[in-house]
């Protein structure tokens, strides 16, 4: 069956994701996106899902529509290089940039749980579904939260598992201590910018003595937040043992800012600057900041 081609052609941009050039396609078009989905073969209700796996014949048809290469189609889905990867990209848009979104334009990069400002342009994202009681992260939290972004995806990209595990562990503790009731990697992909940027920035904060960190939380513990660092030393025991002494010694010295500390709000922890790499890797922790 020869299907008919859209009036209009609409040319990707770089790094765009399927779905959002398929609704440019329609809008282009001055048709719904659900009837050109219709026209090709395609329920409408599965858009989301294109953008992760496109069948080859699903890609012939779009490509014969929009008049577009099949291999162009197919380069617009998402594709992950590992499994962690592919875990950490979020399968709903969760963030956009404010000024590439306004013209319909939707980013694979978007879907990565370490992305924090946009690629082309350069904005800040922001959640797809902001919430209007959140209150606005300090510039200290917010640049601590790009720094642990970024190391969270030189550690993807690098498959570095040590790495990987101590960034998440970081997320673990920040996720106790905002009281997020889900998964790390739920909190990474939320729509609540003060889960998301304290979970970014706790990954910074764990790079320097990651148990004194683990410590603190522990010094205020709820029985989720005694989770959280259960299920974060789970193969680790020792490390908790360690966790527990120092919590012992500090247990009149915890500040009550160990929220703000993670998010770097007022900490006195200006050690962890932008500087700041993956080379501190030693476990031995003391009682002394
Ligand atoms: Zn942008």
Known sequence: MTLRPLPKIVVPV?????????ARLATFNHC?????????GIDGRYVDVLDFGLEESAAERI??????????VQSLTISAATPLEAEMTAQFPFQKCPVCSVHGVAL??????????????????????PRPDVISPSTKALRRARIGARLLEAAVKDNNVRQIHRAMRGVAFAVAVTR???????????????????????????????????AQIKAKVDDFAKAS???AYSKEPHLLA?????????????????????AGQGAPDSHNSSQQTWKSTGQREDSHN
């Open 63 to 72: 490509a014969a529509v929009a008049r577009a290469d099949f291999e162009l």
């Open 32 to 40: 719904d996106l659900v009837d050109l989905l219709a026209h090709v």
């Open 242 to 262: 360690a966790v527990g002494g120092i919590a012992n010694r500090r247990s009149q010295g915890v500040s009550s800012a160990d929220r703000a500390q993670f």
């Open 180 to 214: 997020f009731r889900g998964s790390s990697i739920a909190a990474l992909q939320g729509f609540n910018p003060e889960v998301r940027i304290t979970c970014l920035a706790a990954i910074c904060a764990v790079q320097k003595k990651p148990l004194l960190k683990a």
């Open 108 to 129: 694979k990069h978007w879907r990565r749980v370490w992305s924090f400002d946009c690629l082309i342009c350069g904005t800040q994202l922001i959640p797809n579904m």
């Open 229 to 231: 660092l259960l299920k």
């Open 14 to 22: 770089a790094d765009e994701l399927l779905s959002g050039w398929l």
